[in-house]
């Protein structure tokens, strides 16, 4: 009897929890869904907003420049530009790069990683692999190079540094048409 009273109840509740969802669905901006697919996730907060879901909000209601995403660089910016109709600008000083970014990647030195797992619990991509009071390492191919793992978070000095990406296929910058290097304007 009590298994068929839990089961009629279990029922009741998904039932009341299936119309609840159907009946109070909030509708996503399907902008802002195409933003949020342009930018990089690396969710460092070099936009100046606490991730690349809120950067993408804040530029679907005209409240951010597509400007401030460093780590999208240029071919980022350009992307969203297009998608909004606005007109390209270079990135941003402001948001941590004056000019295109290299690609960088953190890199841990192991004779002098502590362990304190400060570096762990700010990564947002989860790219640090560690335990306390054990030495860490970083999955290069999951880095964004967002940085947030730097000093003054570290307290040991140059314990985490940034080392630049070797270009790879996957990572060739290519100019877009239209675009005049300096190289050539000379």
């Known amino acids: 009897m009590d298994i068929l009273l839990m089961t009629l109840l279990a029922l009741a509740f998904g039932a009341g929890l299936g119309y609840a969802a159907i009946r109070f669905r ?12 342009l930018l990089p996730q690396t969710q460092c907060g070099q936009c100046g907003h ?16 597509v400007n401030q ?3 999208g660089g240029d071919a980022g910016m350009r992307a969203l530009a297009d998608l909004l109709g606005r007109d390209p600008k270079p990135l941003d000083g402001d948001a941590g790069a004056a000019a295109e ?8 030195e192991d004779d002098l990683c502590i362990g ?11 790219a640090i692999v560690g335990a306390a009071k054990q030495k860490h390492t970083i999955i290069e191919s999951h880095c964004t190079g967002c940085e947030l793992c730097l000093p003054p978070l570290c307290p040991v000095p140059e314990c985490i540094v940034m080392r630049e990406l070797p270009p790879t296929r996957s990572r060739w910058k290519r100019p877009f048409p239209g675009d005049v290097s300096e190289e050539r304007a000379a």
């Open 50 to 65: 606490p991730g690349c879901r809120p950067y993408a909000e804040a530029l679907a209601a005209g409240e951010a420049e």
């Open 101 to 108: 970014p290299v690609p960088m990647v953190a890199v841990i």
């Open 26 to 37: 909030v509708e996503a901006d399907p902008l802002v869904d195409k933003i949020d697919a």
């Open 69 to 71: 995403c460093p780590p």
């Open 116 to 126: 304190c797992t400060k570096c762990l619990q700010v990564c947002p991509v989860d």
